[in-house]
């Protein structure tokens, strides 16, 4: 166990007591709770062929099924932005070549970490509502919720990184 | 061979990205069918145990509201008592069958750890599990009104499958006609609930009491549900039927659990009568 692993894990545990005992209550404008919990995929380093990432994701959307009773919507989610994540930064930094081990999140410029973060939250968000309600007539509803949850999500996500920032 | 193993070994993450994605959604539709989501349910030890350790704290904020609750019942249960103390007085002498003594339903007391209101499929967690009798499809009430129906069981913990549940179906009816209807949500209010299948026959007016009907194995009959809003008629139907609750879903503090004895022998009657 290295400094690297044991962070992971309290941000794992971390995460899901704050997505399950804070967030999933603040119901802000009625019904809006931000799926902060996907921040650990953000923070988790990158490397190349992660088959711990994909496991780790997986258990992180099951454990938060678990608590909110949906099956596993979460699961899936976390699932596929783990999944997309490193074909999500390549075309975001633009090179399809990436030098593991010295890229990091914090160290993309600010545009490109903010689009990484867009495009990740906004799909995993998608995802979840599209699987909640999974009718075609349902659709304006989905979007509209995506849309608030996502930008509800991305502003903890920016405030959280600034502070990790800080930290370093 | 070794080209399909090399295959395999390329795509290795991707093989199992997707194995995990089946078992997500497999998880997903279980949950949606009524019976069978075994695993993925906040009844399981660990997080009935969060749970009911966070509803410590939480308790605390509920308990003048709950003291009201308490002090309503009381009244009106004195209320009860009093009118069947006359009745009995007027009989001189009270005989107690102890040998055909049959108890219809049990009523088990419980806290709700967790609820959710705001989702399109709405689940409550109750601290009460197999160990103290509740079994799945049990109905569950507080004493201004029904709350749901328990779904899966652990040995300490339960789910309710709230009234507001996309999937929730409970048999429902008006009080003064005893015309019958199913009561659903459509998911747009956690205050108001859908009354449907009522027949134009049936006189509504906004402000009628809808109370459970007898015609389900789950609730008593008459356990207050909610009053008229508004309806609405269309092509001699009712289009629509919205009845707000008597119960306040965003706060529900203690419920009692609901089993009906006789449930078994009216199942195997009718599954009998539909067999022949």
Redesign the interface.
Known sequence: MNRENINSALLFIGLILLQ??VLNNI?FL??I?PFFYIFFIFLYPIRK???TL??LS?LL??FI?????????N??AT??IA?IRIPVLQSVIGKREIDYGAVTIFKLPFPKMFLYVVILTFVHHFIVFG???FKWSKFDIIFIKTLLTSIFTIILTMISFTFVMRKR | MQQIISFLYKN??FI??LL??V??????????SFHK?KF???A?F??GG??NR?NNFKEFLLLKKENERLSEENVYLKNLMNMQDKEMAEIDQIVIDTINYSQKYRYTGAKVI?N?Y????N?L?INKGSNSGIEPDLGVINSKGIVGITKSVSANYA?VLSILNVNSRINAKLLNSDHYGSLTWDNNDYNVVQLLDIPIQAAVYVGDTIVTGGKSTIFPEGIPIGVIKEFKTLNNNYEYINISLFNDMSSIGYVEVIKNFDKLEIKTLEEKSTNE
Do not use: C, P, W
């Open positions: 399950i005992i119901n009625g019904y709770n062929d992660d088959a994909l496991i997986f959307g099951l099924d678990i608590f909110s009773d949906s099956g596993g919507i699961a899936a699932l596929f999944f699987m909640e309600y | 290795k993450l199992l990205f995990l994605e078992l997500a959604v497999i998880f997903t539709i279980q949950s949606h989501s993925v349910n906040s399981n660990v997080s969060i749970y966070i967790n959710n705001r989702n399109n499929n689940y967690t789910t």
